[in-house]
């Protein structure tokens, strides 16, 4: 114990955590390599499975809408009926360029936050690598839903 209460003891460790990951979160954004030189990918894990399954299914952008798309929907990822995954994609700036260039890619904006540098909007499937590819995204991932304890 560190000779003070538990509440103080518990606060600092949480504030020392915190100040040790951090730059590891900053720097994601920052650089898309880890110290060994190897490729991170921006796109969630999550994303990544649920579009590697809607390819190893046979579901194309031609044939997407046939082949009933939302039943690929989980728990912490939403696919619409049209194909589209619900996303949340971190950027650099939230401006009129990017959000131009996001719509250009068939990208339905929802919500915009510039104070967050974040924008949540429904990708299509097959877009997620081209989007993630675009100079000003840092990372893509699912929103977080409220859910019952």
């Known amino acids: 114990m560190c000779g003070r209460s538990r509440v103080h003891c518990w ?25 060994a030189d190897l490729p ?3 796109i969630a894990s999550t994303l990544q499975h649920l579009v590697q399954r809607m390819h190893q299914d046979g579901i194309t952008a031609a044939n997407v809408t046939t082949r009933r798309p939302e039943t690929y929907s989980t728990p912490l990822v939403r696919v619409d009926a049209v194909g589209r995954i619900h996303t949340v994609i971190l950027v650099t700036a939230v401006d009129a360029q990017v959000t131009a260039a996001l719509v250009a890619q068939d990208v339905d904006i929802e919500h915009a936050e510039a104070a967050w540098h974040l924008i949540q909007a429904w990708i299509p499937f097959d877009r997620l690598s081209t989007i993630a590819a675009l100079p000003f995204v840092c990372a893509l991932r699912p929103p977080s839903y409220a859910r019952r304890r």
């Open 40 to 42: 991170v990918s921006p």
């Open 11 to 35: 606060s600092r460790d949480v504030l020392g955590m915190a100040v040790l990951l951090l730059p590891c979160v900053l720097s994601a954004c920052v650089s898309r390599t880890v110290a």
